[in-house]
């Protein structure tokens, strides 16, 4: 299976929010660290404010971050959010449709999929911060060993 561009973004800047010292962050930041368009990191912004995994500050001095805590944004749910997960295929005007058993296999290996991503939080992706941090352009001396984002 392959995940869209949109869910990759998505992913991306979920890391890059969840990586980063407290604070608020800027979609020009994050799409320049990324090196993609400041126009479609908007638009995953935009929809991920709206579903409530972001929060969105206006004005001069706003930005975004996660809406809630890193270990309480599930991988599955993102997932679901941002991808269309129900026909991996279109079955329409196929001669063995009546027939056929392929689409309960791949409504099998999707559920299977999703279930992987269900295990997993934010969390899980940023545990090692003092490795990302400084990838992304934040200094080691913001993470200490136990420090939790």
Not at 81 to 109: F, N
Request: net charge negative; proline share 3%; glycine share 8%.
């Amino acid at each position: 299976m392959r995940l869209t561009k949109y869910t990759d973004y998505a992913m991306r800047l979920m890391i890059y929010l969840g990586s980063r010292p407290p604070g608020l962050s800027s979609i020009r930041e994050i799409s320049d660290k990324f090196e993609i368009s400041q126009n479609h990191m908007m638009k995953v912004v935009q929809d991920l404010a709206n579903a409530q995994f972001l929060e969105a500050v206006r004005g001069r001095n706003g930005g975004i971050r996660l809406a809630r805590a890193a270990n309480e944004i599930n991988l599955g749910a993102l997932l679901r959010h941002t991808e269309e997960l129900s026909d991996l295929i279109d079955c329409q005007g196929c001669r063995i449709a009546p027939a056929c058993t392929l689409p309960t296999v791949l409504s099998e290996a999707t559920a299977a999929f999703v279930a992987v991503f269900d295990k997993y939080t934010l969390a899980d992706l940023v545990e090692r911060r003092s490795a990302l941090g400084p990838l992304l352009g934040f200094g080691a001396e913001h993470y200490g060993e136990d420090s939790i984002l």
